[in-house]
């Protein structure tokens, strides 16, 4: 846990709701460098400087949750019923599951498996510097994790959709921190098979 002065209330999600439609198979579950696709995204949440990691399932749950299980850490995971809503209704729900304390959150994307370390801390600097919401960038997109404070928490609560937190993001100008990074692997997401070659 990282500290800036008094302890960071900061929490990540770890979105794992999607259904693999594009993938033709689970592909959270995929192979890659001998364990499931997932634990990459895990590892890279455990990284963060997080005190706690939540997991949000849908689409092939029971077997996401044995994967997640497997990982060996303390974490908690939570079900989005209504995830084929899209997007929002997963992010609503882990959201939903953090503590009341909580004043930040990383959001992270199960099918991104190539976040780099020490991204995660530079976007927590960005917020301890006053930024409502931080986000790393590759060559000018903007990619994930993204950090979000506690005061956007509520207007994403109000999200329907498909949509995540991207045009909330859009509308806080500077108050957004965009943070370049010389790795692709802030916008580097799997889709397909040929996507793990």
């Given at each position: 846990m990282a500290t800036g002065g008094e302890t960071r209330r900061l929490e990540a999600i770890v979105l794992a709701a999607g259904m693999s439609v594009r993938f033709g198979a689970p592909k959270l579950l995929a192979p890659l460098d001998g364990r499931p696709l997932i634990h990459a995204a895990l590892a890279a949440a455990f990284a963060a400087p997080a005190r706690g990691v939540t997991v949000v399932t849908g689409g092939h749950a029971p077997a996401v949750t044995a994967a997640v299980e497997a990982f060996g850490r303390p974490l908690r995971v939570v079900h989005a019923p209504d995830h084929g809503e899209g997007l929002s209704a997963s992010l609503k729900a882990?959201?939903?599951?953090?503590?009341?304390?909580?004043?930040?959150?990383?959001?992270?994307?199960?099918?991104?498996?190539?976040?780099?370390?020490?991204?995660?801390?530079?976007?927590?600097?960005?917020?301890?510097?006053?930024?409502?919401?931080?986000?790393?960038?590759?060559?000018?997109?903007?990619?994930?994790?993204?950090?979000?404070?506690?005061?956007?928490?509520?207007?994403?609560?109000?999200?329907?959709?498909?949509?995540?937190?991207g045009h909330i993001l859009s509308d806080l100008g500077e108050r957004l921190a965009l943070i370049p990074v010389a790795d692709d692997g802030v916008v580097r997401d799997v889709d397909h098979p040929a996507d793990l070659a």
């Open positions: 882990g959201i939903a599951a953090l503590p009341a304390d909580t004043a930040g959150v990383f959001v992270f994307l199960a099918d991104m498996p190539w976040i780099p370390a020490r991204v995660a801390d530079r976007l927590a600097e960005a917020l301890d510097g006053g930024a409502q919401a931080a986000a790393p960038t590759f060559e000018g997109r903007r990619g994930h994790p993204v950090l979000l404070s506690a005061a956007l928490l509520e207007p994403i609560m109000a999200l329907t959709g498909d949509h995540g937190a």
